[in-house]
């Protein structure tokens, strides 16, 4: 029984380190790309944007509807590509018109067509499965467009937009680091057992503490004064970059899936990766937006 045992943890320690791995060589490709559109800006950055929101769309679409489903896909795609056109042209809010009817028309075509040869259609089902395959279906077009919308408004600020994508960045990438090593050192209780098995109060903490302390050395080496006002910023943005990546693992485990896909080596899938993100981003522009209005929301979250 002890060998058994022993050879048990030595195989799971074997796994776990083997996807380590991955995971390390997988961000160390990703980030300098991801960084270096970012730092080019403008329609290059808006494609990163439109190309990351359709295979997240992907992703969704496979995870709610277990297949590629083209009543989703089709008009979410095309919602998506023409936010990114009017994105292009600093039309912020026809893009968010864009994403809006997008999301309308998917779910109305999930509840009203057939899903398939040999499928039953949506409206042979209870009123009840009907409707939560529609908001399910126009959700995926919503949470797709926020990734493509939020980044894309917020590196349009002429001033400040770069910094406030590296300060994002900043924040999202260390709680996320942060609060895997602290949580795999330190152990404890869990955070949340129904909806996050491994996910522990210790890496919560961590990663809490990692992403403050980031986004202040951001904000400190681009010269921002108000830093204590900057570091709140960067606490309500890492505590929404949590339960960003709770609320994916919630729809997962919703639908029984472990990963959004197989895309990423060592991550899943991109909806693994940019969930915490996501959510980060779209707080950080309403904050910015709320204090400073739609012409400069970067230096409004922050220059306090």
Not at 152 to 172: E, K, N, Q, S, Y
Not at 197 to 226: D, E, F, N, R
Request: glycine residues 14%.
């Amino acid at each position: 029984m002890t060998l058994s045992n022993h050879s048990g943890r030595s195989r799971a320690n074997g796994a776990g380190a083997g996807n380590l791995r991955l995971r390390v060589v997988s961000a160390a490709v990703l980030a300098p790309f991801t960084l270096a559109v970012t730092y080019a800006g403008g329609w290059l950055f808006v494609a990163l944007c439109t190309i990351s929101a359709g295979v997240i769309l992907w992703e969704w679409t496979t995870l709610v509807s277990r297949r590629a489903d083209p009543r989703l896909l089709a008009p979410g795609w095309t919602a998506l590509v023409a936010a990114a056109v009017l994105m292009g042209f600093h039309l912020a809010s026809e893009a968010c018109a864009a994403i809006a009817i997008g999301a309308l028309f998917a779910s109305l075509l999930v509840a009203i067509l057939p899903r398939g040869e040999g499928e039953a259609n949506a409206a042979d089902g209870t009123s009840e499965e009907t409707a939560a395959s529609a908001i399910w279906a126009a959700g995926g077009v919503v949470y797709a467009g926020a990734l493509l919308l939020a980044p894309a408004i917020m590196r349009g600020d002429p001033d400040w937009g770069l910094t406030a994508l590296l300060f994002l960045f900043a924040d999202v990438w260390v709680t996320d680091i942060a609060a895997y090593f602290c949580g795999r050192a330190i152990g404890g209780p869990l955070l949340w057992p129904e909806i996050s098995p491994k996910k522990t109060w210790s890496g919560a903490i961590g990663g809490l503490l990692g992403g403050v302390a980031a986004g202040v050395a951001v904000a400190y080496a681009s010269g921002i004064a108000m830093l204590g006002i900057v570091g709140v910023m960067a606490l309500i943005l890492s505590v929404l970059s949590q339960a960003g990546d709770l609320f994916e693992s919630a729809v997962k485990r919703h639908f029984g899936v472990k990963d959004a896909s197989k895309l990423i080596p060592g991550h899943g899938g991109l909806m693994d990766r940019v969930d915490g993100f996501l959510f980060a981003a779209v707080a950080a522009l309403l904050i910015g937006i709320l204090h400073a209005g739609t012409a400069a929301p970067a230096g409004g979250l922050l220059l306090w």
